[in-house]
């Protein structure tokens, strides 16, 4: 048995570390019954003990950490990532992306299929899983995107009504509705029809409507300033192509999830209409919102520029207040990063040349605890948000809380740790992030994915942090049970 405060990388070699067996004590456990104060123990990768006593005792090959003054959380789940893996690695690659996953507290994603090529054939998912068995060091899973013309494709990856498929590491079909890279636009009306009528499985679209955009365009010809952008790509253009996407879902009963949601409009309408659980006799639809969007309004957007451009866009106070409603009332079901990195170069060239897109996946976490230590919400609800919801909107097996029998996927975070956002402590390959400047309170200190500890934050290391794992020593395909 090793006992020390303190992870490296030395000992992780050892070969102790990766045996995915782990102890921590006195920790304060975010558990489904409430906060308490106690230990749990992993064992082969698997929560195996949890005593809210305090009183278990380190079995022979145990990793001990001692969790005083901790929270522990399950680890949390990204359910919208680009990790620009095949094709960008300017930008990010599966490896970079997961390390900079672990390193704010996120224990698996799913990653969205925009690559150079895009993937939208079976054989491109499998050789997308085969390159994340060799680059990950968290467990991973990812959309097939969908084409006016490869209905056929996705039905080989997720099967038809009345026989659905669930490939381990492949999550669902990604819509774009609205412009995007390569050919993964689909906003005919027949070519959208057909997908719903003929695939099984889940489909998560980006709702918004490309006409709309097409003649909103010519309204901000020759605007440099970066408050165009949220009136070319207005609310209504959202809300119509969410309309579009819900009733095409009503029509063919299948299971729909609204990406990153960003308009009070949206939110107020999908009101009785999501469900986290679904409803007898209705479409299964859920949708999630981005710490962005629930943390920046118009006046961010004028002082940060295109560090903020995304799609869909930033918007105003108005809409981030009905979003934390609409969190709050259950309509949003979950939170996700729409991780989309660009290099600063790119984001230098200003509105409208800068391209759409941000990192998220380091300060996520640390955000959201932000909001709760000013009142916003409580811990539990953040872990509700964050990894519990995440993995029932997708049904992943294992994973979303700390209890016994689930995947050991933990996250020791400090909630007195504050550390204020510098480019040069982050992890992504583009150096920068859309929080700079930002004083954010409660950081991950240990991540944990299977029992093994992949990344450490504390004095040592300073607030940058360490990874102790190597591409690919950790994590796994993601197991979701088929939506029919």
């Not at 490896?95 to 996120?106: D, H, K, L, N, Y």
């Not at 940060?304 to 995304?310: A, F, I, P, S, V």
Request: hydrophobic share 35%.
């Amino acid at each position: 048995m090793m006992c020390a405060m303190h992870l490296d990388q030395k000992t992780l070699e050892e070969g102790e570390k990766m045996s995915g067996n782990m102890l921590i004590t006195g920790a304060s456990m975010v558990l489904p019954s409430g906060i308490q104060k106690g230990d749990l123990r992993i064992t082969d990768g698997v929560i195996s003990e949890i005593s809210t006593q305090g009183n278990l005792e380190p079995n022979s090959g145990d990793y001990v950490y001692d969790g005083t003054g901790m929270h522990l959380l399950p680890g949390i789940i990204d359910p919208q990532v680009h990790f620009r893996d095949p094709g960008q690695p300017e930008k990010e690659d599966l490896f970079t992306g997961s390390r900079a996953a672990a390193s704010g507290g996120v224990t698996s994603f799913l990653d969205m299929p925009n690559n150079v090529p895009s993937q939208t054939t079976l054989q491109s998912m499998y050789d997308k899983l085969e390159t994340a068995a060799k680059k990950c060091v968290t467990n991973y899973g990812f959309f097939i995107g969908a084409t006016e013309s490869n209905v056929e494709e996705l039905k080989k990856t997720v099967g038809v009504p009345g026989a659905p498929i669930a490939i381990p590491g492949i999550c669902g079909i990604k819509i774009f509705m609205g412009s995007s890279t390569g050919d993964l636009l689909v906003n005919e009306s027949d070519a959208l029809k057909t997908i719903f009528d003929n695939t099984a499985g889940l489909i998560a679209v980006h709702a918004e409507d490309e006409t709309r955009m097409i003649e909103r365009q010519k309204m901000i010809e020759g605007r440099t300033d970066m408050a165009a952008h949220a009136e070319w790509r207005d609310d209504e253009t959202a809300l119509i192509a969410t309309k579009r996407a819900v009733g095409y879902a009503q029509d063919s009963g299948h299971r729909l999830h609204i990406l990153h949601l960003t308009s009070g409009i949206e939110a107020d309408w999908l009101g009785d209409v999501t469900s986290l659980h679904g409803e007898e006799g209705k479409a299964h639809i859920t949708t999630e919102v981005l710490p962005q969007h629930l943390t920046f309004d118009e006046t961010d957007v004028e002082r940060l520029g295109t560090r903020l451009k995304m799609n869909p866009p930033i918007r105003y106070k108005k809409d981030k207040d009905t979003l934390w409603k609409r969190l709050h009332d259950g309509t949003i079901a979950c939170i996700a990063t729409d991780h989309a990195p660009h290099t600063m170069e790119n984001k230098q060239q200003g509105f409208p040349l800068a391209h759409s897109g941000m990192p998220g996946v380091e300060t996520s976490l640390s955000v959201m605890l932000t909001h709760m230590s000013q009142g916003k919400c409580t811990l539990e609800q953040v872990v509700k948000w964050m990894s519990t919801d995440v993995a029932e909107c997708y049904q992943m097996v294992g994973k979303g809380q700390l209890v016994k029998g689930y995947d050991g996927d933990i996250v020791l975070v400090d909630l007195n740790k504050k550390i204020q956002v510098e480019d040069e402590n982050t992890w992504t390959t583009v150096k920068w992030s859309p929080f700079v400047g930002k004083t954010l309170v409660g950081w991950p200190v240990l991540t944990v994915v299977d029992g093994i500890p992949v990344f450490e934050r504390n004095d040592e290391t300073g607030p940058k942090g360490k990874c102790l794992v190597d591409a690919g020593q950790v994590g796994k395909p993601l197991v979701m049970l088929p939506w029919d």
